[in-house]
């Protein structure tokens, strides 16, 4: 694994985009994996392993087609009629995603701050539009630099509850809902595609932006490898402390704020910060597959999409995680398998162009 300053900036990247409102707030790490007890380590391991190993050839294949979106990429995997196929139910489920967190930042907002849930989302949706009008390598720094803040949140969280938490290890299994390792396994398979999915438009993006093909595979791979980590402790901190948080839409600032209001405050503010990344990233990868970037259609684009994505967040954000992610989760999981055949193919074949 090479990693200079390009490669770590792509990795930090990519978590930032696959981090999510979900994520952050740990509502879909509980319901994907903290309600299914210790089994559920078996599913962060595959979810870390799909989000490196994918990830890293996904990377590569961007810089390799140096593709600006994922169309060239899916056609490649798929063929150009079933890739179209793939091309609309992502389009269609990223934009479900990206709705849902900005539904997740209102709830942020008016849970820590009080500000009123529609307000919440509108401020999210101006900051994203704004930040739309700027150049790509504007867009990727800024979808990277939240990352390390976010990872010293979550070991702190992890780190206290370690030591203070209710529920031990031996005693997860016992408190939380549905322990099961049929659960455990098939959540970490889904969860993976549906966190592999988040990324894959933007990781596309930067890969064909990358200067070579080892240093956008070694920054993806960089990532997933992050990733795994932080999915660990949050699942680890959100079991130890299952019976405070079963019932929060964000968990995770529960366990905040019960170490201290100053971290509830700090881990808001760099929750609303990830979910800006996350929506960011989809928000341009889905205007970049459609128009130009920067041309005048990009800027109608963006317009309209922003104002769309609002009116539809009204839906609210646990229902639609809920109801939208595990479709999202087996969309991912047809692209990662269209990743590994192409992949096991030209390693038949002993090409080594592209990945």
Same mark, same amino acid.
């Given at each position: $694994? %090479?990693?200079?300053? +390009?490669?770590?900036? *792509?990795?930090?990247?990519?978590?930032? &985009?696959?981090?999510?409102?979900?994520?952050?707030?740990?509502?879909? &790490?509980? #319901?994907?994996?903290?309600?299914?007890?210790?089994?559920?380590?078996?599913?962060?391991?595959?979810?870390?392993?799909?989000?490196?190993?994918?990830?890293? #050839?996904?990377?590569?294949?961007?810089?390799?087609?140096?593709?600006?979106?994922?169309?060239?990429?899916?056609?490649?995997?798929?063929?150009?009629?079933?890739?179209?196929?793939?091309?609309? /139910?992502?389009?269609?489920?990223?934009?479900?995603?990206?709705? %849902? $967190?900005?539904?997740?930042?209102?709830?942020? @907002?008016? +849970?820590?701050?009080?500000?009123?849930?529609?307000?919440?989302?509108?401020?999210?949706?101006?900051?994203?539009?704004?930040?739309?009008?700027?150049?790509?390598?504007?867009?990727?720094?800024?979808?990277?630099?939240?990352?390390?803040?976010?990872?010293?949140?979550?070991?702190?969280?992890?780190?206290?509850?370690?030591?203070?938490?209710?529920?031990?290890?031996?005693?997860?299994?016992?408190?939380?809902?549905?322990?099961? *390792?049929?659960?455990?396994?098939?959540?970490?398979?889904?969860?993976?595609?549906?966190?592999?999915?988040?990324?894959? %438009?933007?990781?596309?993006?930067?890969?064909?932006?990358?200067?070579?093909?080892?240093?956008?595979?070694?920054?993806?791979?960089?990532?997933? *490898?992050?990733?795994? *980590?932080?999915?660990?402790?949050?699942?680890?901190?959100?079991?130890?402390?299952?019976?405070?948080?079963?019932?929060?839409?964000?968990?995770?600032?529960?366990?905040?704020?019960?170490?201290?209001?100053?971290?509830?405050?700090? /881990?808001?503010?760099?929750?609303?910060?990830? $979910?800006?990344?996350?929506?960011?990233?989809?928000?341009?990868?889905?205007?970049?597959? @459609?128009?130009?970037?920067?041309?005048?259609?990009?800027?109608?684009?963006?317009?309209?999409?922003? /104002?769309?994505?609002?009116? =539809?967040?009204?839906?609210? @954000? +646990?229902?639609?995680?809920?109801?939208?992610?595990?479709?999202?989760?087996?969309?991912?999981?047809? &692209?990662?398998?269209?990743? =590994?055949?192409?992949?096991? $193919?030209?390693?038949?074949?002993?090409?080594? @162009?592209?990945a």
């Amino acid at each position: $694994m %090479t990693l200079n300053k +390009e490669a770590i900036k *792509i990795g930090f990247a990519y978590v930032g &985009v696959v981090v999510g409102a979900g994520f952050s707030t740990g509502q879909e &790490v509980k #319901q994907f994996f903290a309600d299914y007890g210790l089994w559920s380590y078996i599913g962060v391991i595959i979810s870390g392993l799909i989000l490196s190993f994918i990830g890293r #050839q996904v990377a590569k294949i961007g810089t390799g087609l140096d593709a600006d979106n994922h169309q060239s990429t899916l056609e490649y995997l798929f063929g150009k009629a079933f890739g179209r196929i793939i091309d609309y /139910l992502l389009i269609i489920c990223l934009l479900g995603i990206s709705i %849902t $967190m900005i539904a997740g930042a209102g709830s942020t @907002f008016k +849970e820590s701050y009080g500000v009123p849930t529609w307000l919440g989302a509108l401020i999210m949706c101006i900051l994203i539009f704004v930040t739309l009008l700027m150049n790509f390598n504007k867009i990727v720094r800024a979808l990277g630099f939240v990352t390390p803040f976010l990872i010293i949140m979550v070991v702190l969280i992890a780190a206290v509850f370690l030591f203070k938490g209710q529920v031990s290890l031996p005693e997860v299994n016992s408190t939380v809902k549905h322990p099961s *390792i049929f659960k455990g396994i098939l959540n970490g398979f889904v969860y993976g595609g549906l966190a592999f999915s988040v990324g894959f %438009t933007t990781l596309i993006a930067i890969g064909g932006d990358a200067s070579r093909r080892r240093i956008s595979g070694s920054g993806a791979l960089f990532g997933g *490898i992050i990733y795994t *980590i932080l999915l660990a402790l949050i699942n680890f901190a959100l079991q130890s402390e299952y019976p405070s948080i079963k019932s929060s839409s964000i968990p995770t600032l529960t366990l905040a704020d019960s170490i201290h209001p100053i971290v509830s405050t700090v /881990l808001s503010i760099i929750m609303l910060l990830v $979910m800006y990344n996350t929506i960011l990233g989809l928000s341009y990868s889905i205007a970049a597959r @459609f128009t130009k970037p920067y041309s005048k259609k990009y800027y109608i684009f963006i317009t309209v999409l922003m /104002l769309l994505s609002y009116g =539809l967040s009204f839906f609210g @954000f +646990e229902d639609l995680i809920k109801v939208l992610y595990p479709t999202m989760g087996w969309i991912g999981l047809i &692209v990662i398998v269209g990743v =590994l055949v192409k992949y096991f $193919m030209r390693k038949k074949e002993n090409k080594k @162009f592209i990945a």
